[in-house]
């Protein structure tokens, strides 16, 4: 963010509820007020909300991500409703190594391929944000925006180009790979790099 700021853009760096004290959804809710709060007050700071961008990295990827949805596609979640009602229309959104579906951990896991570490620091991820996860419920849409995306029909307002990178080494890589074809089923522009050698959040 301050590298960006540097360079001259007007940046927002969302600070939100973190767990364990705060889980699903309270840091989706966060950051849709966040939007809320951005929408009214950016244009008094110089800013062309025309040309906004969402992004994040990690847990921001999914948050970004869920954003992204709420203002493309009308929902009843109470968070997505204020994303709806701004009827804003970012230009981009930018996930970076996004761990994009919080349900279901041992999907990147079970392979047994990764340090024992690393293994455990997915799931507890995933325990901590979603501690239900192993029977996701549609209440739980926000929490996978990946899953989402890969169901939802046409979207009903635009949803922005989407430049979204991982790195090859990445154990949660998959998660931006299959966004890419989420995206492609959709016809929304787009563009997925994975960097050889690249870690999380590399």
């Known amino acids: 963010a301050t590298r960006f700021a540097r360079e001259g853009y007007l940046v927002f760096n969302v600070d939100y509820r973190l767990v ?11 950051v849709a007020l966040a939007l809320q709060w951005i929408a009214r007050h950016a244009p008094a700071m110089g800013g062309d909300l025309s040309r906004l961008v969402l992004a994040g990295e990690s847990a921001g990827a999914n948050l970004a991500t869920g954003l992204a949805i709420s ?5 009843s979640e109470p968070w997505s409703q204020i994303v709806w009602e701004l009827n804003l229309q970012p230009k981009v959104l930018a996930p970076a190594c996004g761990y994009l579906q919080v349900s279901q951990p041992e999907r990147h896991t079970e ?8 293994a455990s620091r997915i799931h ?3 325990d901590g944000y979603l501690p239900d996860h192993a ?16 169901r939802l029909g046409a979207p009903e307002r635009p949803f922005p180009a989407t430049f979204a990178i991982a790195g090859g080494e990445d154990p949660v890589r998959t998660d931006t790979e ?14 997925v790099e994975v960097y050889p050698g690249g870690g999380h959040t590399f």
């Open 20 to 30: 364990p004290a705060h889980r699903f959804p309270a840091p989706v809710h966060d």
């Open 71 to 75: 203002g493309s596609w009308r929902r």
């Open 111 to 118: 392979a047994n391929t990764m340090p024992a570490w690393m």
């Open 124 to 126: 507890a991820v995933s």
């Open 135 to 150: 029977a996701p419920q549609a209440s739980h849409a926000f929490a996978d925006p990946l899953t989402l995306l890969e």
């Open 178 to 191: 299959r966004l890419g074809g989420a995206l492609e089923r959709l016809n929304i522009p787009h563009q």
